[in-house]
């Protein structure tokens, strides 16, 4: 038996091989490790034991003891590789989210071009039982619906539309032709996966996922830049420039979190803390700078785990009458595993606190009027 999964890429892909600002290249395993993610996030609500979930995960994908139970090859023979420059003076959204890929303003990485797609093909085993099956389809779905890939897929780039999905050649998928198809998609995809009321242990579906439609028009990366820019307006305390705090635009900053930059101006003065900022929701490492003190770090105290990916994942999706859509994904899961604390530090100055984490400060954005997203799941 054979699937077929074509995806359009949405926004810039930067995916690459050893060296990442000069090689480009969509490979087998980087894409199967995707598939691997989005299982263990639709497997979790419909099973509830991780014993269970890693057991069929191995079964499906392979382990270092036994093979995958399908062989896999990718169609990327028609993409373009870019080094054009996609950020500005003006994109303070893109470069906000992009962070990491430019340096002094310019792009240090190349890319492959939006606009293009590609097709997964699987040829499956004949042990794969049905239930398996069902799970890869799955897995190939929420690729398509909430993920990307490359460098900042969770923060907008690399976003990957399913566009058609085929089952010996018989087409299980349609392409959305407008918002409320879209909406209608993901609810009952949702509906079909998200079973479970506890927060899971790791990134999956659960009744706590937040899922928001952000309508656009035709250009996906002008669409992007504006969620940016509202996720830096929501985020950002300001530089000051004289009698009060503005954003790089210009415009007079919120300072909705000016109690994070206090606490962490405290704690740069040798006050002794006791909690973490509440934008650490957002994910490790979380740092600040204050010009004339210092840098300040946080990230877990942990010898084995730096970093906590964001549960807010951005996606940008076409439809099939050309508009695109952002895609606001909330997912939230145990921020750390148990018994990790959180280190805060600035030179030879440390403290180790508690993970106290509120995913109201994500829902909160989204919710922002501002944003103009409208709420798709949980389905009221």
Request: glycine residues 8%; positive net charge; proline residues 5%.
């Amino acid at each position: 038996m054979r699937i077929e999964a074509t995806y359009y890429i949405t926004t810039p892909m930067f995916m690459g091989g050893a060296d990442n600002k000069s090689e480009l290249e969509l490979r087998t395993p980087s894409l199967k490790g995707l598939l691997r993610f989005w299982f263990r996030a639709v497997a979790w609500p419909q099973m509830g034991l991780l014993k269970e979930v890693f057991e069929m995960e191995n079964s499906i994908f392979g382990s270092t003891e036994g093979q995958a139970k399908f062989f896999m090859k990718i169609d990327d023979s028609i993409f373009i590789h870019s080094k054009k420059e996609i950020f500005n003076k003006n994109t303070y959204g893109l470069n906000y989210l992009g962070y990491g890929l430019t340096e002094r303003g310019e792009l240090i990485r190349s890319y492959i071009e939006k606009g293009k797609s590609f097709t997964i093909s699987l040829l499956l085993k004949d042990s794969l039982s049905e239930k398996e099956l069902r799970f890869l389809k799955q897995s190939l779905q929420a690729l398509g619906l909430f993920g990307g890939a490359g460098a900042r897929s969770r923060r907008g780039f690399g976003s990957l539309s399913l566009v058609s999905l085929r089952v010996e050649n018989n087409e299980e998928w349609n392409e959305p032709r407008n918002v409320k198809e879209l909406k209608n998609l993901l609810r009952g995809f949702l509906n079909e996966v998200s079973r479970d009321d506890t927060l899971p242990p790791y990134t999956a579906f659960s009744s706590k996922t937040r899922i928001f439609v952000k309508k656009g028009d035709k250009d996906p990366l002008a669409l992007l830049n504006e969620v940016g820019m509202e996720l830096l307006k929501y985020r950002s305390y300001g530089r000051a420039s004289k009698d009060k705090h503005v954003l790089p635009w210009g415009e007079k900053a919120e300072r909705i979190f000016a109690d994070d930059h206090d606490l962490m101006l405290d704690f740069l003065n040798g006050k002794r803390i006791n909690r973490i900022p509440q934008r650490v929701v957002f994910g490790l490492p979380h740092n600040y700078f204050f010009s004339g003190k210092g840098k300040v770090s946080i990230e877990p105290h942990s010898k084995g785990q730096k970093r906590r990916a964001s549960p807010l994942f951005i996606h940008i999706h076409k439809l099939a009458d050309g508009s695109y859509v952002a895609v606001l994904s909330l997912i939230p899961s145990q921020f750390l595993p148990p018994n990790v604390n959180v280190e805060i530090k600035a030179g030879r100055q440390t403290t180790i606190v508690p993970p106290q984490i509120d995913y109201n400060v994500i829902s909160n954005f989204l919710e922002r009027p501002t944003l103009k997203a409208e709420v798709v799941w949980p389905d009221e």
